[in-house]
């Protein structure tokens, strides 16, 4: 027995040498080890067939053998895990994914950072209005046809204030000119970016959009004000060889009203196949209505203003080199196509 225990250790010495994994590690251990079958178990059964004064030796001898055996899986064990789970820390990582802003939020930063370099503040103001910001105060009473061209959506509420009037999903940012105007501080240069909703959709329109709206009031505010604050904005935001147009329109709560139109970046006014005639429509502006002022809380025979109120989306569209057309792409929530940018 003693020869046949010496063989077993020697036996397992050469075995465990060859074991690559783990399973075949287990494997090996329920043949020496196992409870049923294993070769030291089955030999230890043996041990109460020796004459009495071997029990004693050959049973240390076999418990020698046995806690060899279970050290070298244990040892065995060890390196194996380690290899099995271990990191190669000079692979290459993965690397997250990091998303980006959206287009439109990086064209608001841009907008409001140009308006904040000649001193216009960046505000907000409330997008369920009150159908007397959006209309009303801005010189369009109940029933005026110029609130037409607003495709409003009116919130399904009883009013609960007549004044007020009726609940609108802000249509235009020009409620904002109002609000600003009670807040009753002047003089005012504000720049009011926000969502707007009408009721369209097309490869120009979305029903959710966003506008700018500037508004600058104080004493001897004129045209050529407006005039140079749009340059400022279009030459900064466009490129330095850009230059805006005052075309006459009409709007209820500017007196004179006008379309600001921007030279074409291709020809630069001259008229080419883009353009046709040389100029492209930005957006409305005007000086600020007396009855406006009036709404506003402010004496109309000493502050003059202007506004103007274009769309996010539509002006960063006419950038050169942002080749987009079908502003309702912007919206899709398509990573292939805003990833681009
Ligand atoms: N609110 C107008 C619009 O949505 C634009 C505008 C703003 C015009 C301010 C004049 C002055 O079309």
């Known amino acids: 027995m003693r020869s046949e225990?010496?063989?077993?250790?020697?036996?397992?010495?050469?075995?465990?040498?060859?074991?690559?994994?783990?399973?075949?590690?287990d494997a090996l251990e329920v043949r020496f080890l196992g409870r049923k079958q294993g070769v030291v178990t089955e030999l230890l059964k043996q041990l109460k067939t020796l004459p009495k004064d071997e029990v004693g030796p050959v049973g240390?001898?076999?418990?020698?053998?046995?806690?060899?055996?279970?050290?070298?899986?244990?040892?065995?064990?060890?390196?194996?895990?380690n290899n099995e789970i271990a990191i190669d820390v000079t692979l290459p990582g993965l690397a997250r994914p990091v998303g980006h802003l959206h287009l439109m939020t990086t064209a608001i930063r841009q907008i409001s950072d140009v308006f904040a370099r000649i001193g216009f503040e960046r505000v907000r103001y409330p997008e369920v209005e009150w159908d007397y910001y959006a209309f009303e105060a801005l010189?369009?009473?109940?029933?005026?046809?110029?609130?037409?061209?607003?495709?409003?959506?009116?919130i399904d509420r009883q009013p609960i204030d007549k004044k007020l009037g009726q609940r609108v999903l802000t249509p235009h940012t020009s409620s904002g000119q109002i609000r600003k105007m009670e807040e009753g501080i002047l003089p005012i240069k504000m720049i009011n970016i926000s969502k707007c909703y009408r009721r369209q959709i097309d490869v120009s329109h979305v029903p959710m959009f966003h506008q700018f709206e500037g508004l600058c009031i104080d004493r001897g505010v004129n045209i050529t004000h407006?005039?140079?604050?749009?340059?400022?904005?279009?030459?900064?935001?466009?490129?330095?060889?850009?230059?805006?147009?005052?075309?006459?329109?009409?709007?209820?709560?500017?007196?004179?009203?006008?379309?600001?139109?921007?030279?074409?970046?291709?020809?630069?006014?001259k008229g080419c196949r883009m353009c046709?005639?040389?100029?492209?429509?930005?957006?409305?502006?005007?000086?600020?209505?007396?009855?406006?002022?009036?709404?506003?809380?402010?004496?109309?025979?000493?502050?003059?203003?202007?506004a103007f109120g274009w769309g996010v989306e539509r002006t960063y569209l006419m950038k050169s080199g942002v080749n987009i057309d079908d502003l309702r792409a912007l919206y899709k929530n398509d990573l292939g196509f805003l990833q681009q940018f």
């Open 226 to 269: 407006l005039k140079g604050t749009i340059d400022y904005f279009v030459q900064n935001f466009f490129g330095p060889e850009r230059t805006t147009r005052l075309r006459p329109y009409h709007f209820q709560f500017t007196e004179p009203s006008f379309e600001i139109d921007i030279n074409c970046g291709i020809c630069l006014g």
């Open 276 to 306: 046709k005639e040389g100029w492209l429509e930005l957006g409305g502006a005007g000086m600020v209505h007396p009855n406006v002022l009036k709404a506003g809380g402010i004496d109309a025979s000493v502050y003059s203003g202007f």
């Open 139 to 154: 010189n369009m009473p109940a029933d005026h046809v110029a609130r037409d061209e607003w495709e409003t959506f009116f």
């Open 5 to 25: 225990l010496q063989a077993i250790q020697a036996d397992f010495d050469q075995a465990i040498d060859q074991i690559q994994t783990l399973v075949d590690l």
């Open 60 to 81: 240390a001898l076999a418990n020698e053998v046995k806690t060899h055996i279970a050290d070298g899986l244990a040892a065995r064990r060890r390196t194996l895990d």
